[in-house]
T-cell receptor, first 115, second 111 residues
Framework: DTGVSQDPRHKITKRGQNVTFRCDPI?????LYWYRQTLGQGPEFLTYFQNEAQLEKSRLLSDRFSAERPKGSFSTLEIQRTEQGDSAMYLCASSLGDPTLRGYTFGSGTRLTVV | GDSVTQMEGPVTLSEEAFLTINCTYTATGYPSLFWYVQYPGEGLQLLLK?????DKGSNKGFEATYRKETTSFHLEKGSVQVSDSAVYFC??????????FGGGTRLMVKP
């Protein structure tokens, strides 16, 4: 068990460019979550998957954001036409089923800076 | 919708002082409740949890009791250490689907 891995750790991009982040959850975890955290704030929910199905998306997730989990294992989060307001830490977490009993395990995050 | 209110930080204490970080929440039904901790430069880690009313979660000297009547889950530690300096997040789960996080409370412990 290597925990939740996120790649890259840091990404600097110019406004208007597209970026893609990857998350590898704990192998037996069937649920995968994406959150965004800005400086001094708590994580804000973006979306989550159960296996390959995307079950819920936040209203925060504009149409420039898309997430996939094609084989129910790793997931990607893509941001198109990045804006400076997209600068944040993007966090991935995973859980084995309903997080009621055990919560989530988080990755270390991908820090995005849009210049 | 569901929400979480945490006391604002930073909370600055001397080593061995008593710590309380308040957390109240609104939620549908009876959620499980979690405290996560984020040490400088690291990801969020689960600190403790409670899954039903009157449960007490504990870990590393920290405790929190699920108070259904006051919808609270205050974090306490009897004697803080410099190594406890971090940001603490309260998080109820939302109908079993995802966790909703508070804004975080930064704790600074001075030697």
């Amino acid at each position: 068990d290597t925990g939740v891995s996120q790649d890259p750790r840091h990404k600097i991009t110019k406004r208007g460019q597209n970026v893609t982040f990857r998350c590898d959850p704990i192998s037996e975890h069937n649920r995968l979550y994406w959150y965004r955290q800005t400086l001094g704030q708590g994580p804000e929910f973006l979306t989550y998957f159960q296996n390959e199905a995307q079950l819920e998306k936040s209203r925060l997730l504009s149409d420039r954001f898309s997430a996939e989990r094609p084989k129910g294992s790793f997931s990607t989060l893509e941001i198109q036409r990045t804006e400076q307001g997209d600068s944040a830490m993007y966090l991935c977490a995973s859980s084995l089923g309903d997080p009621t009993l055990r919560g989530y395990t988080f990755g270390s995050g991908t820090r995005l800076t849009v210049v | 919708g569901d929400s979480v209110t945490q006391m604002e930080g930073p909370v600055t204490l001397s080593e061995e002082a008593f710590l309380t970080i308040n957390c109240t929440y609104t939620a549908t039904g009876y959620p499980s409740l979690f405290w996560y901790v984020q040490y400088p430069g690291e990801g969020l880690q689960l600190l403790l949890k409670a899954t039903k009313a009157d449960d007490k979660g504990s870990n590393k000297g920290f405790e929190a009791t699920y108070r259904k009547e006051t919808t609270s889950f205050h974090l306490e530690k009897g004697s803080v250490q410099v190594s406890d300096s971090a940001v603490y997040f309260c998080a109820p789960n939302n109908a079993g689907n995802m966790l909703t996080f508070g804004g975080g409370t930064r704790l600074m412990v001075k030697p």
